[in-house]
């Protein structure tokens, strides 16, 4: 006779060990599973919920002679959209040359006052944004360069209620800014709304 045929308790206790063993085995990958499982769950409810993130509401549109109908974006009741934008190095007029520090980007805009009563805007009410968040406010030669070549730069701008006026910023900015943005203010007293950089065709 075999001494492990003559020991039925010692194949019960290996018997044993090798379900524990299995039990353990199998209550660890269950728990692997469940990190896994809630590492997937957040991740998916994570891009669910970017792509539930809307652009603004550009709810602003004008029709502007020679482009089409643009769109922008009402803030306290003064619409803004942008319907042109051009980069140069200098800027001509009848008696001088101006010239950028950087490049001049010159953003041609519509604004229509839809408050109340009359609002001032100004060159001082618009900026550019790059991609590495840099603010650059417009160009004050740049301004006077324009005026002088006889083009509207919104200069201390009055606009009465249902009025809408067009007119050209120049920004002097450094020639490899990316610009992603313009910032402007509704009036001098408005709250702050922001552009991406770009003509937005309106359907």
Not at 99 to 107: L, M, T
Not at 150 to 166: A, D, H, K, Y
Request: glycine share 10%.
């Amino acid at each position: 006779m075999n001494s492990s045929d003559a020991n039925p308790k010692s194949k019960m206790s290996k018997s044993k060990q090798g379900c524990f063993g299995c039990l353990g085995l199998i209550v660890i990958l269950i728990v692997i599973g469940a990190i896994f499982g809630n590492s997937g769950s957040d991740s998916s409810k994570q891009a669910s919920k970017q792509q539930q993130v809307k652009e603004p509401e550009y709810n602003y549109t004008c029709d502007v002679q020679g482009v089409g109908k643009v769109k922008g974006l009402f803030v306290s009741d003064v619409g803004v959209a942008i319907f042109e934008t051009k980069d140069v190095d200098s800027i001509d007029s009848s008696f001088s040359t101006t010239k950028a520090q950087g490049i001049f980007k010159i953003v041609s805009v519509v604004v229509s006052n839809n408050q109340k009563d009359a609002i001032t805007m100004d060159g001082n009410s618009f900026k550019l944004i790059d991609d590495k968040g840099r603010e650059f406010s417009y160009s004050v030669h740049g301004s006077t360069a324009l005026q002088m070549k006889g083009r509207n730069t919104l200069f201390l701008e009055q606009i009465n209620p249902g009025n809408t006026v067009s007119g050209v910023i120049p920004f002097d900015v450094p020639k490899d800014a990316n610009i992603v943005k313009m910032v402007f203010t509704g009036g001098f007293s408005g709250k702050k709304g922001e552009l991406p950089y770009k003509i937005m065709k309106a359907e």
